[in-house]
């Protein structure tokens, strides 16, 4: 026993700590590095939820950004009356339609009219006058010519009309009436003249135009024109049986056109504010409305063939069906077109302004550049004085108010066309480079002003004079603050760094 107390006492005298001691300590400090690694966990778990929901966020806005573009347009296009009309007008001037025109104006007119059959009684009649057989020969050479004469001043008559100012203008007045009655029809009214049938065809009134027509022939000495009655009748535009659904989604887009664009722009916003890294979030929110607006695009292009397929021949020619799709869409497509270039812009934006490399190199450059040109508009006695102070102070309320004006002319500019978009970008950042510009930031501690300058002045980036016999000094702009949401390898908390020493520097 002697022995080995003998043995334990040097193996202490050693430097060798109890087993029982060091146990207890590793146990507390197990124990500690656990308690540093629970709020680490829970913050990436917090992290991947909030990560999860701006996701789902950001997807259903932009998911709802094309229904949101077409309820828009259905509501914004088709109940207003000078947009519509305009649209559509300048098919009158087109010359597939006024071909098909002049045909339907005539087969109106032969349906109501029997030229041959009028012609033929003419002839017989004057064959039962007392004439010559020579003049009955000849009569009856000339009954066909006459009626095809007649049949030729009918066309002639309605080309004439359908190619006149008088004609433009009645077809912008029969415009105006038919998208009246189009807004009755799809609201369920059957006392108008265009009507949705319950075999889902869609007409338009060809009265007004066959009235106009036989005034034309009347006055040009025909007076068998006056026996064409008044005629009720509407040419079919269009057949389907999802027309008579249309009643129903009219009715539901028309109130759904106003909120679902301000649920889609509100849910993405949602999740760009959810999200942890914002700046990466706002680009790729911005990317993927672009790209949802360029497949809006693509599926009003594939709409054209459809649309032309369910038309052509049964109900309109094929060029026909394609001039009046190309009228309807080019809002549509402007809209989407203009939607789809703010996505962009937010994306670019969101880049500029993150704590990317490429886009700090950028905001350096410029903030240099600005400067550099207060700092020689100072030497040249050239400040902006308090003016400068006061927009200093306020920059980054400047830099809200100019992002919200620019998103008010995106909400509230109607019609949304890409040149008012990229005029927008381009005063909002003229105006960005003016704040950077005419601000007036102070003094720099420890830095002297630049000679010939008052003192307050901003000396820029200008070097500062060195004293004789020392290194000159090169001054190097501040980094612009990093996003914190930014910013990688926070897993919990952490112990602060012992400060760096170094040996001090020989007098």
């Known amino acids: 026993m002697d022995g080995s107390s003998n043995l334990a006492k040097p193996a202490r005298s050693n430097g060798l700590a109890d087993p029982a001691a060091e146990i207890a300590r590793l146990s507390a400090e197990n124990a500690r590095l656990r308690g540093q690694l629970g709020p680490a966990a829970e913050h990436r778990a917090s992290a991947r939820w909030r990560a999860f929901f701006a996701a789902l966020l950001i997807t259903i806005g932009v998911l709802l950004a094309p229904v949101s573009v077409v309820a828009y347009w259905t509501k914004g296009y088709?109940?207003?009356?000078?947009?519509?009309?305009?649209?559509?007008?300048?098919?009158?001037?087109?010359?597939?339609?006024?071909?098909?025109?002049?045909?339907?104006?005539?087969?109106?007119?032969?349906?109501?009219?029997?030229?041959?059959?009028?012609?033929?009684?003419?002839?017989?009649?004057?064959?039962?006058?007392?004439?010559?057989?020579?003049?009955?020969?000849?009569?009856?050479?000339?009954?066909?010519?006459?009626?095809?004469?007649?049949?030729?001043?009918?066309?002639?008559?309605?080309?004439?009309?359908?190619?006149?100012?008088?004609?433009?203008?009645?077809?912008?007045?029969?415009?105006?009436?038919?998208?009246?009655?189009?807004?009755?029809?799809?609201?369920?009214?059957?006392?108008?003249?265009?009507?949705?049938?319950?075999?889902?065809?869609?007409?338009?009134?060809?009265?007004?135009?066959?009235?106009?027509?036989?005034?034309e022939l009347v006055d040009r000495g025909f007076s068998l024109a006056t026996n064409i009655p008044e005629v009720d009748r509407t040419i079919v535009v269009a057949q389907s049986d999802s027309l008579v659904q249309a009643r129903t989604g009219y009715q539901l887009l028309n109130v759904l056109g106003f909120v679902l664009p301000l649920v889609s722009l509100g849910l993405i916003v949602l999740g760009v504010l959810v999200a942890r890294r914002r700046s990466r979030t706002m680009i790729w929110a911005g990317l993927t409305l672009a790209l949802a607006m360029a497949v809006l695009a693509a599926g009003i292009a594939v709409g054209r063939i459809l649309f032309v397929s369910a038309l052509s021949p049964t109900y309109l020619p094929n060029n026909v069906a394609q001039a009046l799709y190309d009228a309807v869409v080019p809002f549509i497509n402007t809209t989407a077109?203009?939607?789809?270039?703010?996505?962009?812009?937010?994306?670019?934006?969101?880049?500029?302004?993150?704590?990317?490399?490429?886009?700090?190199?950028?905001?350096?450059?410029?903030?240099?550049?600005?400067?550099?040109?207060?700092?020689?508009?100072?030497?040249?006695?050239?400040?902006?004085?308090g003016f400068g102070d006061f927009l200093y102070h306020y920059?980054?309320?400047?830099?809200?108010?100019?992002?919200?004006?620019?998103?008010?002319?995106?909400?509230?500019?109607?019609?949304?066309?890409?040149?008012?978009?990229i005029w927008t970008a381009v005063l909002a950042l003229i105006a960005v480079l003016l704040v950077e510009l005419l601000q007036r930031p102070p003094v720099t501690p420890g830095v002297p002003p630049v000679p010939g300058t008052k003192p307050g002045t901003p000396s820029g980036p200008q070097e500062p004079t060195a004293a004789a016999g020392t290194e000159s000094v090169n001054p190097t702009l501040p980094l612009p603050p990093a996003d914190p949401d930014d910013l990688r390898g926070q897993t919990g908390p952490t112990e602060p760094l012992e400060p760096l020493r170094t040996p001090a520097r020989p007098e």
């Open 78 to 215: 088709i109940n207003d009356t000078d947009r519509f009309v305009a649209s559509l007008a300048p098919l009158a001037d087109d010359p597939a339609v006024q071909a098909y025109l002049v045909d339907e104006i005539v087969a109106v007119v032969n349906e109501n009219v029997d030229i041959n059959t009028i012609t033929s009684d003419l002839f017989t009649g004057l064959e039962s006058l007392d004439l010559p057989q020579a003049a009955k020969d000849a009569l009856a050479l000339l009954e066909t010519p006459a009626a095809q004469g007649v049949q030729q001043l009918i066309e002639s008559a309605a080309t004439n009309i359908v190619a006149s100012d008088a004609f433009a203008e009645l077809w912008e007045q029969a415009l105006r009436t038919s998208q009246t009655q189009v807004i009755a029809a799809l609201e369920g009214d059957t006392s108008t003249a265009l009507v949705i049938s319950d075999t889902g065809e869609l007409g338009i009134q060809l009265g007004p135009i066959i009235a106009e027509v036989k005034k």
């Open 395 to 421: 920059r980054r309320l400047a830099h809200v108010l100019i992002g919200l004006a620019a998103a008010a002319v995106a909400i509230f500019w109607r019609p949304l066309a890409v040149p008012v978009i």
């Open 337 to 385: 077109l203009s939607v789809g270039l703010v996505g962009f812009t937010v994306a670019v934006v969101a880049y500029l302004a993150g704590p990317f490399r490429g886009s700090t190199i950028v905001r350096r450059a410029t903030i240099g550049t600005c400067a550099r040109i207060r700092a020689a508009a100072a030497n040249a006695g050239v400040t902006t004085g």
